[in-house]
């Protein structure tokens, strides 16, 4: 089966840490770029970052300094870990897998005092 499934979404205080996974089953991962997309209530969805089969990464302005996008692909596995978070940040956060369009449930992430 084709999937991606996301892990570690919650709820943290302005100025937290948290780290996101996103799983593939069933894709050739180590040759996908691999992205993490945000959706907040009322928004459109946007690009976090992406990551490479290579390993190089973009990040949007807005998280930069503050989030790491990164993959093993003995795991198949992509994290977003999100440090210094704002409540802007507040979100459904997606996996995609660039190369067959795949998107993953999504995990909500909260950022609240």
């Known amino acids: ?3 991606l499934v996301e892990s570690g979404g919650g709820l943290v205080q302005p100025g937290g840490s948290l780290r996101l996974s996103c799983t593939a089953t069933g ?4 040759f996908s770029t691999m992205a993490w997309y945000r959706q907040a209530p009322g928004k459109q969805r946007e690009l ?3 990551i490479t089969s290579g390993g190089d990464t973009i990040y ?11 993959r093993d692909n003995a795991k198949n596995t992509v994290y ?3 440090n210094s978070l704002e409540p802007e940040d507040t979100a ?5 897998a660039t190369r067959i369009k ?3 449930q999504g995990t909500q992430v909260t950022v609240s005092s």
């Open 1 to 3: 089966q084709v999937q």
């Open 27 to 30: 894709i050739i991962f180590k």
């Open 48 to 50: 976090v970052a992406t």
């Open 60 to 70: 949007v302005d807005s998280v930069k300094g503050r989030f790491t996008i990164s």
């Open 80 to 82: 977003l870990q999100m």
């Open 92 to 96: 459904v956060y997606y996996c995609y």
């Open 102 to 104: 795949l998107w993953g």
